[in-house]
């Protein structure tokens, strides 16, 4: 009787232990972890975006009016969100296109998916694994700003970032 009790505490005990979590005590489940070690004081949640600033590190990146070309300050945006994806490789993302409200429907969701292909590229281009990257176009169906006019439009012509696992 003593030894089928102690037997069962001490297997009880053991399968705690095994059941343990492995994460380092200094990672934290709402920020990424940098090259470091540290999460500088990011907000990283899952399904997080670069709009709402809730993506870490990453980024939001611009477009000029019905172009998918990336320009110099877009390859810069797009280099940082690279250099943070390397140093989070347990962070996969999706590349959202979207566009201002000029153009049509179909129109705007090609534009849209060039745009956010053209980002994925650079990314891997960069060194990204693309396995951690998928893409979606929205068009014009989700603005980040509201308005008919370029201050509107030009927060529009994005490519936003979220995070779909981390």
């Known amino acids: 009787m003593f030894t089928r009790a102690f037997f069962t505490t001490l297997m009880v005990g053991l399968l705690a232990v095994g059941c343990a979590s492995n994460k380092p005590k200094n ?10 070690g540290a999460n500088n004081g990011l ?8 709009d709402s600033n809730k993506a870490g590190g990453l980024q939001t990146v611009y477009f000029g009016f ?5 320009d110099s300050e877009t390859k810069e ?20 296109g979207h566009c201002d409200e ?8 090609a534009l849209g998916e060039r745009r956010a292909k053209a980002v994925r590229d650079y ?4 060194g990204v694994e693309s396995k951690r990257i ?12 509201e308005g008919s006019d370029e201050s509107a ?4 012509r994005r490519a936003n970032f979220v995070v779909t696992a981390k």
């Open 27 to 36: 990672a934290q489940d709402d920020g990424a972890l940098g090259a470091d």
């Open 66 to 70: 019905d172009s998918s070309n990336l």
């Open 123 to 126: 990314l891997v281009a960069l």
């Open 134 to 145: 998928s893409t979606i176009s929205y068009g014009s169906e989700r603005p980040k700003a």
């Open 77 to 96: 945006a797009v280099k940082s969100n690279a250099d943070y994806l390397k140093a989070n490789a347990n962070v996969d993302i999706q590349v959202e």
């Open 153 to 156: 439009w030009s927060q529009n």
């Open 102 to 109: 000029r153009g049509g429907r179909q129109y705007n969701l």
């Open 43 to 50: 907000t990283l949640e899952l399904n997080g975006d670069s």
